[in-house]
């Protein structure tokens, strides 16, 4: 797994042992709970989950957006050689927007809507580097004709709320790489959009990508999403990366069956469509009462096939099944295989 | 299956009209809003017919004036053989027992301070309708029947996740057994594993009761998985109807191959060696909407009759209806389509730039 010594070939991101908790009424939420993960530069890792799984606050951490005084932030967050956790507020202050930039779901709250959108990211600019401002105009206008802004002349000068939704996740996308920064964080960055605009602007972040060799983490619930773009996907359930593997090997050999469930659950329109769906029964665990054993337990079809009844007892270990396919279940590697062969071969092979 | 099949829902010509007002102390009308622009639908029982489209499209609209919930400016509505069309809200009371709506947002669908027993029973207290065995055993089973503890009658709506919300008021909607239920986007606010759930449990009720279900929803994978029959609408309009087998597998409308090429498959090496037609910009303003054919502004086949003609809704197989003036088979696609936005190109500031129709950019490979 993950060295923690020293290195010189150190990966550019590494997150070791994180853990977000907040403290409440009801008792400890352990939003985050012991996620590990590299990431190579220039590569896309799609962190994905439903509701609650604790992938936003995954990428809020690493983005240094936890409140320190509401949660206990605990583990390393390496970022090309530098820890973030242990990092003094102003100095990650300093690298936010510069070095690490995040784009969310939601642009119309993520913008402010008073100001011009030139104007924005011109403080983005001037707010890292000592630019003149009419030098960080030209900047703003150059950055918002390459993310696809059309009479960029015009548009420079609209507030957010003249602009529509796709065209103001756009300028979220311009202000975000305005400082070329070496980490994109992109948390749902199309689910408020329509399928003909979020293929534009998976096209135009993939361009990007490739333009300025940024690394991306995507937090994504679609499944179609990750397909398309990511190198890397990463599964959490319930704080816990429960199956993390190349992307290619995650769908075609997954392993963990809340993946195998996911993958089930998802009605397919490149196929023909089923008589009825394989959704995973029940609902996720509360967050305040997880299961004493494996957090999934309760809504796996398998765990009566471990022996001892191990699932309802003790927390899998996250392992390597193959070198770089990592997966967190009690169920012997052979096993959840041949599981995951059924399963598979059933969704395949459905009759027109 | 001995289900008797009959017509639930007939629309003929709707059409749903907003006015646009002017600012200042005296209002006047200064345009309309087409939300529904001259639409067909038939229904029958035991069927789902998936209405589809971007937002903006007038899919929520259409959904909504086929219930009254909004009045049609123009067209018929006739519900289970009855013109309903020009019914008063009290006339429209027994209608409702055969018609019922299941809404997009279940926290927001259900009263806060009702329990969930009260919010079950409300269609029997006001249609006055007592079934047999009494409300209350009517509605613990119908509790059990969608999948709740019945056990649970007594608690409020906020004790209960999003799915489970959802499950309340499904029950609401099938409780007094409707002939049509009109769903709006019922599991798009829901996580995947939830939603498969939910639909699932749609497909079950429809078929033990024979409902007729008009199916809103933006998510194509969804539809597929539910609908018997798909519309698509675009700006007001339907662009192609047809069977699901052929809306997904052999469409000719360029906007339906637009929307299914832009739906991600959840398969890593297909979705990224599929054909993609990428559409550049955004619907047009329906206050504005283009002349001719409402898609032309986005669309790869345009010409320049689209611009003069409106396309006719013509039946081109049984079943099968399309509104274009140059439909397109999927075989006869390129692999990579980039439509330019007439509209932004117009925008630029050579403003007496001969217009030279959509760019149609078709980079071989």
Known sequence: MISSGPSLDRPFLTVNNLGVAFPTEDGLVRAVDGVSLTLERGKTLAIVG????????????????????????SGEIWLDGQELIAMPEDEVQELRGSEIAMIFQDPMSSLHPFYRIGDQI???????????????????????????????????????????????????????????????????????????????????????????????ILITHDLGIVADVADEVAVMYAGRIVERAPTAIL???????????????????????????????GNPPSPINLPKGCVFQPRCNYWERVPMGACLSARPELLASEPDHLVRCHLHVEERQRIAREVLAQLAGAPQ | MTVETSEILNVTNLRTYFPVKS?????????????????????????????????GSGKTTAARTILLLVRPTEGR????????????????????RKAQMIFQDPYNALNPRHTV???????????????????????????????????????????????????????RAVALR????????????????????????????????????????????VVKQISHRVAVMYLGRIMETASREVIYSAPLHPYTHSLLS????????????????????????????????????????????????????????????????????????????????????????????????????????
């Open chain 2, 178 to 221: 409707p002939k049509l239920i009109v769903c709006d986007e019922p599991v798009s606010a829901l996580d995947v594993s939830i939603q498969a759930q939910i639909l699932n449990l749609l497909r079950d009720l429809q078929q033990e009761f024979g409902i007729a279900y008009l199916f809103v929803a933006h998510d194509l994978a």
């Open chain 1, 50 to 73: 439903e509701s609650g799984s604790g992938k936003s606050v995954t990428a809020q951490a690493i983005m240094g957006l936890v409140n320190r005084k509401a949660a206990q932030v």
């Open chain 2, 117 to 171: 027993g009260s919010i079950i029973a409300a269609p029997f207290r006001v249609q006055g309708v007592t079934p047999p065995g009494g409300v209350k055993n009517a509605v613990l089973d119908l509790m059990e029947r969608v999948g709740l503890n019945p056990e649970h009658y007594n608690r409020y709506p906020n004790e209960f996740s999003g799915g489970q919300r959802q499950r309340i008021g499904i029950a």
């Open chain 1, 251 to 281: 769908y075609d050999h997954p392993e963990m069956p809340y993946t195998l469930g996911l993958l089930s659950s998802v009605p397919r329109m490149d196929r023909a469509a089923l008589e009825r769906l394989e959704p995973i029964r």
């Open chain 2, 23 to 55: 600012r200042g102390i005296i209002p006047r009308t200064i345009g309309q809003v087409k939300a529904v622009d001259g639409i067909d639908l038939k229904l029958a029982s035991s069927e789902t017919l998936g209405l589809v489209g971007e937002s």
């Open chain 1, 122 to 216: 011109v403080e983005a600019i001037r707010a890292h580097r000592p630019v003149s401002p009419r030098l960080a105009k030209r900047e703003a206008i150059e950055m918002l004709r390459h993310v696809g802004i059309p009479a960029v002349e015009r548009r420079v000068d609209a507030y957010p709320h003249q602009l529509s939704g796709g065209m103001r996740q756009r300028v979220m996308i311009a202000m975000a790489l305005i400082n070329s920064p070496a980490l994109l964080i992109a948390d749902e960055p199309t689910t408020a959009l329509d399928v003909t605009v979020q293929a534009q602007i998976l096209e135009l972040i993939q361009r990007l990508q490739g333009e300025f060799g940024t690394t991306v």
């Open chain 2, 262 to 365: 832009a739906v991600p498959i959840p398969d890593p090496k297909r979705q990224r060696h599929r054909s993609r037609i990428v559409l550049q910009g955004d619907l047009p303003s329906p206050i504005d909407p283009p002349s001719g054919c409402v898609f032309r502004t986005r669309c790869f086949q345009a010409q320049e009759k689209c611009a003069i003609e409106v396309p006719p809704l013509v039946e081109i197989a049984p079943g099968h209806k399309v509104a274009c003036h140059f439909p397109i088979e999927a075989k006869d696609l390129p692999a990579r389509v980039e439509v330019e936005d007439i509209e932004l190109q117009e925008e630029a500031p050579a403003a007496g730039a001969p217009a030279t129709g959509p760019g149609l950019q078709t980079p071989h490979a």
């Open chain 2, 77 to 96: 509505i006739e519900i289970d053989g009855q013109d309903v069309t020009g019914f008063s809200t009290k006339a429209l009371l027994p209608v409702r």
